[in-house]
């Protein structure tokens, strides 16, 4: 790991990930980061681990050759489930950090034990995922109820700012959710998409529910790999970040526009596969 390391690539299937860049952004404001979107490809969650991996290995290797990057976020909760091993292996000079849903915080929140993890189905299915649900179990001091939820068409009516899609979807997850443990009190996002449809989500959830996202854990976590100080005084405010698309260059400029408050133009570019 560098302690120079200044220059943070970020990517995700598609826009989700700006959730994370944001956090970064709060969190790290000497660094500058080139976020990219694969929005060509979105959604990756249910598309094959064979697939997801292949893909993340070549963003991650046109992130090196052409932007230089000297670390890198995988803004992604599939992505981080079906890629990161092979990343870390491929890659084991760069500094990497993942993402994964927001499980052990959740558990420590909840006072009936019983959280719902709202994610793809690829993020689900992993074992990646098996793995962590398997730790947390065997670590908890009391029972825990623990309900997935993969919520397909969500994160890809995200992506197209589909207003009717994202209530109808986000209100039929919740609901299979709460039927399914009736003592719910906290939903997890587990896809870096869906804290773009928090309020339909908490609407849903209703106000004893309480929703966990993973930007600000994952972006402290880049800072300790960075060794950065949280108030490095060195830091100029605001780097110059950059938004790259493999899709709709006007899509990426408007969801950070609309969700960031950022007024800079996206590139649209082609990472071949
Ligand atoms: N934002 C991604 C995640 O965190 C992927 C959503 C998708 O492309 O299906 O899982």
Known sequence: ???????????????????????????????????????LHAPYGERGADWVARRSQAIVQWLRQTQGIDALVVACNTATALAIDGLRTRHADLPIVGVEPAVKPAI???????????????TLGSERYAALRRRLEAAAPRALHIHDQPCDGLAGAIERDDTDTIQTLGQRYVDAVRQAAPGLDTLVLGCTHYPFAAAVLQQAAGPGVRLVDTGEAVARRT???????????????????????TGDAGALTAAAHRWLGWHRPAQQVVVPD
């Open 1 to 39: 790991m560098k302690p120079s390391a200044r220059h943070v690539g970020v990517f995700d299937s598609g826009v989700g990930g700006l959730s994370v860049l944001r956090a970064l952004r709060a969190e790290l404001p000497g660094v500058r980061f080139t976020y990219l979107a694969d929005s």
């Open 223 to 245: 800072r300790h790999v960075l060794q950065m100080d949280a108030a490095d005084p060195d830091q100029p405010l605001h780097a110059e970040s950059t938004l790259m698309t």
């Open 108 to 122: 420590e929140l909840s006072a009936s034990g019983h959280v719902g993890v709202l994610a793809t189905r690829g």
